[in-house]
T-cell receptor, first 115, second 112 residues
Framework: GAVVSQHPSWVICKSGTSVKIECRSL??????MFWYRQFPKQSLMLMAT?????????EQGVEKDKFLINHASLTLSTLTVTSAHPEDSSFYIC???????????FGPGTRLLVL | GESVGLHLPTLSVQEGDNSIINCAYS??????FIWYKQESGKGPQFIID?????DKRQGQRVTVLLNKTVKHLSLQIAATQPGDSAVYFC???????????FGKGTSLLVTP
Protein backbone atom coordinates (compact mmCIF):
# COMPACT_ATOMS: atom_id res chain seq x y z
CA GLY A 1 0.00 0.00 0.00
CA ALA A 2 0.89 3.66 -0.26
CA VAL A 3 3.50 4.91 2.16
CA VAL A 4 3.29 8.58 1.19
CA SER A 5 0.09 10.54 0.62
CA GLN A 6 -0.51 14.01 -0.78
CA HIS A 7 -3.43 16.36 -0.51
CA PRO A 8 -4.99 17.71 -2.59
CA SER A 9 -4.48 15.57 -5.66
CA TRP A 10 -5.27 18.53 -7.86
CA VAL A 11 -5.99 22.20 -7.36
CA ILE A 12 -6.97 25.11 -9.56
CA CYS A 13 -6.39 28.61 -8.25
CA LYS A 14 -6.35 32.18 -9.43
CA SER A 15 -3.14 34.03 -10.08
CA GLY A 16 -1.89 35.81 -6.98
CA THR A 17 -3.37 33.39 -4.46
CA SER A 18 -1.48 30.93 -2.27
CA VAL A 19 -1.86 27.18 -2.33
CA LYS A 20 -0.83 24.70 0.34
CA ILE A 21 0.04 21.10 -0.49
CA GLU A 22 0.36 18.47 2.23
CA CYS A 23 2.64 15.46 2.17
CA ARG A 24 2.28 12.72 4.76
CA SER A 25 4.54 9.81 5.54
CA LEU A 26 2.10 7.04 6.43
CA UNK A 27 4.37 4.31 7.71
CA UNK A 28 7.51 6.00 8.90
CA UNK A 29 8.54 8.97 10.98
CA UNK A 30 10.49 10.85 8.39
CA UNK A 31 12.94 13.49 9.53
CA UNK A 32 13.67 14.22 5.91
CA MET A 33 11.23 14.59 3.06
CA PHE A 34 11.67 15.98 -0.42
CA TRP A 35 9.70 18.16 -2.79
CA TYR A 36 9.99 17.78 -6.55
CA ARG A 37 8.40 19.57 -9.46
CA GLN A 38 7.68 17.99 -12.81
CA PHE A 39 6.62 19.79 -15.98
CA PRO A 40 4.83 17.86 -18.76
CA LYS A 41 7.01 15.30 -20.50
CA GLN A 42 9.98 16.24 -18.36
CA SER A 43 11.86 14.66 -15.52
CA LEU A 44 11.54 15.34 -11.83
CA MET A 45 13.49 18.29 -10.52
CA LEU A 46 14.32 18.46 -6.84
CA MET A 47 13.08 21.72 -5.35
CA ALA A 48 14.00 21.36 -1.71
CA THR A 49 14.77 19.05 1.15
CA UNK A 50 12.36 19.35 4.03
CA UNK A 51 13.95 18.85 7.45
CA UNK A 52 11.82 18.20 10.51
CA UNK A 53 12.30 20.91 13.09
CA UNK A 54 14.62 23.05 11.00
CA UNK A 55 14.73 25.09 7.85
CA UNK A 56 14.33 23.49 4.48
CA UNK A 57 17.28 23.28 2.13
CA UNK A 58 16.45 24.71 -1.28
CA GLU A 59 18.04 23.81 -4.57
CA GLN A 60 19.74 26.48 -6.62
CA GLY A 61 17.22 28.60 -8.48
CA VAL A 62 14.27 27.77 -6.24
CA GLU A 63 12.90 30.81 -4.43
CA LYS A 64 12.51 29.99 -0.74
CA ASP A 65 10.14 32.91 -0.17
CA LYS A 66 7.86 31.71 -2.92
CA PHE A 67 7.87 28.03 -2.05
CA LEU A 68 7.44 27.86 1.71
CA ILE A 69 8.14 24.51 3.29
CA ASN A 70 7.12 23.55 6.79
CA HIS A 71 8.03 20.20 8.33
CA ALA A 72 6.45 20.58 11.73
CA SER A 73 6.06 16.90 12.55
CA LEU A 74 7.73 13.64 11.64
CA THR A 75 4.87 12.66 9.38
CA LEU A 76 3.86 15.90 7.71
CA SER A 77 5.57 18.34 5.39
CA THR A 78 3.74 21.14 3.63
CA LEU A 79 4.62 23.15 0.56
CA THR A 80 2.93 26.51 0.12
CA VAL A 81 3.14 28.16 -3.26
CA THR A 82 2.74 31.85 -2.47
CA SER A 83 1.40 34.41 -4.94
CA ALA A 84 1.01 31.73 -7.54
CA HIS A 85 1.48 32.59 -11.21
CA PRO A 86 0.55 30.57 -14.30
CA GLU A 87 4.19 29.51 -14.71
CA ASP A 88 3.93 27.75 -11.34
CA SER A 89 1.45 25.34 -12.88
CA SER A 90 3.09 21.96 -12.56
CA PHE A 91 2.96 18.53 -10.97
CA TYR A 92 4.35 18.67 -7.44
CA ILE A 93 5.54 15.42 -5.90
CA CYS A 94 6.89 14.72 -2.46
CA UNK A 95 8.90 11.78 -1.19
CA UNK A 96 10.37 10.37 1.95
CA UNK A 97 13.49 8.37 2.65
CA UNK A 98 14.70 6.76 5.84
CA UNK A 99 18.41 7.19 5.34
CA UNK A 100 20.86 7.77 2.48
CA UNK A 101 20.66 4.92 0.00
CA UNK A 102 17.43 3.60 1.37
CA UNK A 103 14.52 3.46 -1.00
CA UNK A 104 12.90 6.81 -1.58
CA UNK A 105 9.13 6.49 -1.83
CA PHE A 106 7.04 9.04 -3.64
CA GLY A 107 3.59 10.42 -3.12
CA PRO A 108 0.93 10.39 -5.84
CA GLY A 109 1.58 14.01 -6.76
CA THR A 110 -0.49 17.19 -6.79
CA ARG A 111 -1.48 18.82 -10.06
CA LEU A 112 -1.52 22.62 -9.73
CA LEU A 113 -3.13 24.81 -12.35
CA VAL A 114 -2.87 28.55 -11.90
CA LEU A 115 -5.26 30.60 -14.00
CA GLY B 1 26.78 20.14 -14.78
CA GLU B 2 26.92 16.41 -14.26
CA SER B 3 23.69 14.62 -14.96
CA VAL B 4 22.02 11.34 -15.52
CA GLY B 5 20.66 10.84 -19.00
CA LEU B 6 18.90 8.26 -21.10
CA HIS B 7 19.88 7.08 -24.56
CA LEU B 8 16.36 6.59 -25.95
CA PRO B 9 13.42 8.85 -25.26
CA THR B 10 10.83 6.32 -26.51
CA LEU B 11 10.74 2.57 -26.83
CA SER B 12 8.01 0.52 -28.46
CA VAL B 13 7.93 -3.23 -27.90
CA GLN B 14 5.49 -6.02 -28.58
CA GLU B 15 3.76 -7.75 -25.74
CA GLY B 16 5.79 -10.72 -24.60
CA ASP B 17 9.11 -9.37 -25.84
CA ASN B 18 11.89 -8.32 -23.54
CA SER B 19 12.57 -4.60 -23.05
CA ILE B 20 15.88 -2.93 -22.35
CA ILE B 21 16.02 0.66 -21.17
CA ASN B 22 19.42 2.31 -20.95
CA CYS B 23 20.80 5.11 -18.84
CA ALA B 24 24.14 6.88 -18.76
CA TYR B 25 25.44 8.78 -15.79
CA SER B 26 28.35 11.13 -15.57
CA UNK B 27 28.97 11.60 -11.86
CA UNK B 28 31.78 9.24 -10.92
CA UNK B 29 30.87 9.70 -7.25
CA UNK B 30 27.44 8.14 -7.78
CA UNK B 31 27.18 4.82 -6.05
CA UNK B 32 23.49 4.17 -5.64
CA PHE B 33 21.14 3.78 -8.59
CA ILE B 34 17.40 3.34 -8.79
CA TRP B 35 14.84 2.71 -11.48
CA TYR B 36 11.36 4.19 -11.15
CA LYS B 37 8.23 3.66 -13.20
CA GLN B 38 5.82 6.54 -13.61
CA GLU B 39 2.36 6.12 -15.03
CA SER B 40 0.51 9.11 -16.39
CA GLY B 41 -0.67 11.45 -13.65
CA LYS B 42 0.92 9.43 -10.85
CA GLY B 43 4.02 9.62 -8.70
CA PRO B 44 7.10 7.50 -9.46
CA GLN B 45 6.95 3.91 -8.31
CA PHE B 46 10.10 2.16 -7.14
CA ILE B 47 11.12 -0.78 -9.31
CA ILE B 48 14.60 -1.86 -8.35
CA ASP B 49 17.85 -0.42 -7.05
CA UNK B 50 21.51 -1.36 -7.12
CA UNK B 51 24.58 -0.26 -5.24
CA UNK B 52 27.94 0.27 -6.83
CA UNK B 53 29.45 -2.82 -5.24
CA UNK B 54 27.22 -4.92 -7.47
CA ASP B 55 26.94 -5.21 -11.25
CA LYS B 56 23.65 -7.06 -11.48
CA ARG B 57 20.51 -7.38 -9.46
CA GLN B 58 17.33 -9.23 -10.27
CA GLY B 59 13.77 -8.72 -9.21
CA GLN B 60 10.48 -10.08 -10.41
CA ARG B 61 10.70 -9.87 -14.23
CA VAL B 62 13.24 -7.05 -13.95
CA THR B 63 17.00 -6.99 -13.94
CA VAL B 64 19.28 -4.01 -13.44
CA LEU B 65 22.80 -4.07 -14.81
CA LEU B 66 25.47 -1.61 -13.75
CA ASN B 67 28.68 -1.02 -15.68
CA LYS B 68 30.78 1.37 -13.65
CA THR B 69 33.61 1.37 -16.17
CA VAL B 70 31.49 3.12 -18.78
CA LYS B 71 29.02 4.65 -16.31
CA HIS B 72 26.06 2.83 -17.78
CA LEU B 73 22.93 1.45 -16.21
CA SER B 74 20.21 -0.63 -17.82
CA LEU B 75 16.81 -2.01 -16.89
CA GLN B 76 15.67 -5.22 -18.48
CA ILE B 77 12.02 -6.19 -18.34
CA ALA B 78 11.22 -9.76 -19.27
CA ALA B 79 8.02 -10.73 -21.09
CA THR B 80 6.82 -7.16 -21.29
CA GLN B 81 3.13 -6.69 -20.59
CA PRO B 82 0.71 -3.87 -21.48
CA GLY B 83 0.74 -2.83 -17.83
CA ASP B 84 4.43 -2.07 -18.19
CA SER B 85 3.64 0.88 -20.46
CA ALA B 86 4.87 3.95 -18.60
CA VAL B 87 7.79 6.34 -18.39
CA TYR B 88 10.87 4.86 -16.76
CA PHE B 89 13.41 7.01 -14.96
CA CYS B 90 16.83 6.15 -13.70
CA UNK B 91 18.10 8.10 -10.71
CA UNK B 92 21.37 8.23 -8.84
CA UNK B 93 22.80 9.47 -5.61
CA UNK B 94 26.02 9.24 -3.69
CA UNK B 95 26.83 7.65 -0.36
CA UNK B 96 26.86 10.95 1.44
CA UNK B 97 23.54 12.31 0.34
CA UNK B 98 19.85 11.71 0.14
CA UNK B 99 19.17 13.72 -2.99
CA UNK B 100 18.26 11.84 -6.13
CA UNK B 101 19.29 13.10 -9.53
CA PHE B 102 16.81 11.91 -12.13
CA GLY B 103 17.46 11.14 -15.77
CA LYS B 104 15.25 12.41 -18.58
CA GLY B 105 13.03 9.37 -18.80
CA THR B 106 12.14 6.78 -21.42
CA SER B 107 8.58 6.21 -22.50
CA LEU B 108 7.87 2.51 -22.93
CA LEU B 109 4.90 1.56 -25.10
CA VAL B 110 3.84 -2.06 -25.17
CA THR B 111 1.78 -3.01 -28.18
CA PRO B 112 -0.41 -6.13 -28.40
Amino acid sequence: GAVVSQHPSWVICKSGTSVKIECRSLDFQATTMFWYRQFPKQSLMLMATSNEGSKATYEQGVEKDKFLINHASLTLSTLTVTSAHPEDSSFYICSRQGAPQETQYFGPGTRLLVL
Amino acid sequence: GESVGLHLPTLSVQEGDNSIINCAYSNSASDYFIWYKQESGKGPQFIIDIRSNMDKRQGQRVTVLLNKTVKHLSLQIAATQPGDSAVYFCAESSLSGYALNFGKGTSLLVTP
